[in-house]
């Protein structure tokens, strides 16, 4: 199995590098749920993947690129981290902890992928230029090819040769401090949560927020459940200030 998810996720990583159909390559590339459902497909244990893509996700969520420049690798901490998280029987907030680690291993290789990419532009204007549109069209390909063979080895090796290490590294570590990474993974979702209602900065969104918790918690409703109730309170939300708005600009009309 470690070969098989070591093969997917270079396939994974090295296509998130491609840029290759940019919308669809950047949902992949920031959504660790989708990585972990193919991921958890392929392993035979699709539910394990999903809930590492998940927790992944909510981990990574609020993650916003400045200048360009994202704080972790999003897509190394997602595919290699649920692949090794899925040979080694990890648990969740263990893999939580780790997909930070693996963000960060992600973000020293960046420099490298950008400095290789920074080629193909120039090649690029050349034959603006001249106008030739084959050759523009030979140099987007040839890119994503380079970025495809320069970067899906790295996530191959991680996996493959870094499996066998974690899973070292975690039968010789002392269940405390195991418990305590358990701990930590765990309060780490919420983290992300927090940090991305920050940066949305709706207080009366808030209240939504706090009754999805107790929907989950209190009433046994699914996440699923909870977050189709939260859409449809939003969604009163949005349409009770429409309402609102319209209303005072009838009146504004009628002071006219």
Same mark, same amino acid.
């Given at each position: *199995?470690?070969?098989?998810? +070591?093969?997917a996720?270079? &396939? &994974? =990583? %090295?296509? !998130?590098?491609t840029?290759l159909?940019y919308a669809f /390559? !950047?949902?992949?590339?920031y959504?660790?749920?989708?990585q972990?459902?193919v ?5 035979g @244990? ?6 590492l ?7 990574t969520?609020s *993650? ?7 704080p972790?690798?999003i897509a190394?901490a997602g595919?290699?981290?649920?692949s090794?998280a ?5 648990d969740t907030?263990t ?7 693996m963000? &960060? ?5 960046t420099?490298v !992928?950008?400095?290789?990419a ?12 001249k106008? /030739?549109?084959?050759? *523009?069209?030979r140099t987007?390909?040839?890119? +994503? ?8 080895p790295? +996530?191959?090796?991680t996996v493959y040769l870094?499996?066998?290490?974690v @899973?070292?590294?975690?039968?010789a570590?002392?269940?405390w $401090?195991l418990?305590g990474l358990?701990v ?7 983290? %992300?949560i +927090?940090v ?9 969104l808030?209240? #939504?927020?706090?009754?999805g =918790?107790?929907? #989950? ?11 189709? #109730?939260?859409? !449809?309170v #939003?969604? $009163? &939300?949005?349409?009770?200030?429409s $309402? ?13």
């Amino acid at each position: *199995m470690a070969l098989k998810l +070591a093969i997917a996720s270079a &396939l &994974l =990583y %090295g296509f !998130c590098w491609t840029q290759l159909f940019y919308a669809f /390559d !950047c949902v992949l590339w920031y959504s660790a749920l989708i990585q972990g459902f193919v991921l958890g497909l392929l392993a035979g @244990d699709l539910a394990t993947g999903m809930i590492l893509g998940g927790g992944i996700t909510l981990l990574t969520i609020s *993650m916003v690129a400045s200048g360009g420049v994202e704080p972790s690798d999003i897509a190394f901490a997602g595919s290699a981290t649920i692949s090794i998280a899925l040979i080694n029987d990890m648990d969740t907030g263990t893999a939580l902890t780790l997909a930070i680690a693996m963000g &960060l291993i992600g973000e020293f290789f960046t420099p490298v !992928c950008y400095t290789i990419a920074n080629v193909f532009p120039h090649m690029m204007d050349k034959y603006a230029e001249k106008a /030739d549109i084959k050759g *523009m069209k030979r140099t987007s390909w040839l890119g +994503a090819l380079t970025m495809f063979v320069v970067s899906a080895p790295v +996530a191959f090796l991680t996996v493959y040769l870094g499996s066998g290490l974690v @899973d070292t590294i975690l039968n010789a570590t002392p269940a405390w $401090i195991l418990t305590g990474l358990n701990v930590a993974g765990g309060v780490l979702p919420a983290i %992300g949560i +927090a940090v991305t209602m920050k940066i949305i900065n709706q207080p009366k969104l808030t209240p #939504v927020f706090i009754l999805g =918790y107790f929907l #989950v918690q209190l009433f046994g409703i699914s996440v699923m459940g909870a977050a189709i #109730v939260g859409f !449809c309170v #939003v969604a $009163i &939300l949005l349409a009770a200030d429409s $309402i609102k708005a319209q209303t005072a600009v009838m009146a504004d009309d009628d002071d006219e």
